[in-house]
């Protein structure tokens, strides 16, 4: 499933975000690539333990904590503490890949994150850059992402991605990956469409019979699949 998630971040948030993010040292982004995709990668990145990169990590996980669409989507166990890159110069592109399986949590003893879900989160305004579109290839062939800042996607950490080259201007985001409670994409996606359905009758009818029987349905469907 790819799924666009509006308004992660608020103005005030990005504003914050990118002031600091103008003042950062950038580091070469292939400190954090796997074998394969280090010789795709060509970005540049915050250090992943820096005091800096610390206190963005926090807006963005106290974002994403109060975002309903988000939980209902990815139904989160484990976040990997979120990383942020920038695309621009001599250091614009990252080619096709596959996202490692399982990351390792810098600092936490043995402590690693399946890599269900991949997301991007995106901290600069489409138009001030060209190119730099997340293109995710998927059954239904391939498909180009360009969101305002604050925005997110969400798609399969299985899929084989890319970012394009930035021709101008600088391409500011924070990546990261979220191990699910439910493994399989396929029944991730029928739960969301179920709790998204569940929400419009809610608000349309209020907490009737209908919407107790299927509420009672979501929950036992999560029962029979979440690994908690």
Known sequence: MLLHVRQVLERDEIRHARAMLE???W???R???GVQSAVAKNNEQLPQQGQGTRALQDLVLAGLGRHVTFFSAALPKRVFPP???RYGGDANSFGS?????V?????AHHERVRTDISCTLFLAEPDE???GELVVQDTFGEQRVKLAAGDMVLYPGTSVHRVEPVTRGYRLACFFWVESMVRSDEQRRLLFELDTHLMALREQYGEGTAAIGLTGTYHNLLRMWADT
């Open 31 to 33: 400190v954090t690539a």
């Open 129 to 131: 850059y060209d190119g």
């Open 23 to 25: 003042t950062a040292e």
């Open 97 to 101: 890949h596959v996202d490692n399986a």
């Open 27 to 29: 580091v070469d982004g």
């Open 103 to 107: 990351r390792f949590i810098p600092g």
């Open 83 to 85: 990383l942020f890159n």
